[in-house]
């Protein structure tokens, strides 16, 4: 009864969610403040050097991870034509627990991708609009979904054109 419990607690969260944001995080406008507001203090926080600037990423997990994930990684620090704005998420990465989230779920949620691909055995799904979700090797579970600003698309990997037949 529990896990139906969460289960519906993060079905709520997801349905109004678009592609770039979940659970009220949304990469490029969401702040510290904001996160902690919602999440509470994280399970550790560690602050890095990223390009010359100082970078914090907070990690929800345990206890402290929202309901359904095992664990929720923020990060924070983004470099904006206004200037480096130390705040703001940055990305932040969903580990959902096992049959939180599945392919049909994502495609309810943030609709068709714009690019389907794999790495190594795993299958992902990529979002221009700020969303790279992996799927199990070979199966519908997701194990990892990664929010960032809205991304261009990197040009389709194209095969080389077969050589002309000699004569």
């Known amino acids: 009864m529990r896990s139906r419990a969460a289960l519906i607690l993060l079905l ?16 490029g ?18 602050t890095q050097k990223i390009e010359g600037y100082d970078a ?3 990690v929800y997990e345990g206890a402290r991870a929202p309901a359904g994930i095992a664990k929720m990684t923020v990060d924070f620090g983004l470099l904006t034509p206004a200037g480096y704005r ?3 998420v940055r990305t932040f990465r969903l580990e959902p627990k096992r049959d939180i989230f599945n392919r049909n779920l994502v495609l309810d949620g943030w609709g068709l991708p714009d690019r389907i691909g794999k ?7 990529l979002y221009a609009r700020g969303l790279l979700v992996y799927f199990e090797g070979g199966g519908e579970q997701v194990i990892a979904m990664i929010f960032t600003p809205p991304q261009p698309l990197p040009p389709e ?11």
């Open 86 to 88: 130390k705040d703001v």
């Open 157 to 167: 990997e194209t095969s080389p054109a077969p050589p002309s037949p000699q004569r």
């Open 119 to 125: 790495e190594d055995n795993l299958e992902f799904f």
């Open 56 to 58: 914090e990423q907070w």
């Open 29 to 46: 406008e969401t702040t510290q403040a904001a996160v902690r507001g919602r999440y509470g203090a994280p399970a550790k926080e560690t």
């Open 12 to 27: 709520l969260l997801v349905v109004p969610a678009a592609a770039a944001e979940w659970g009220q995080i949304s990469p």
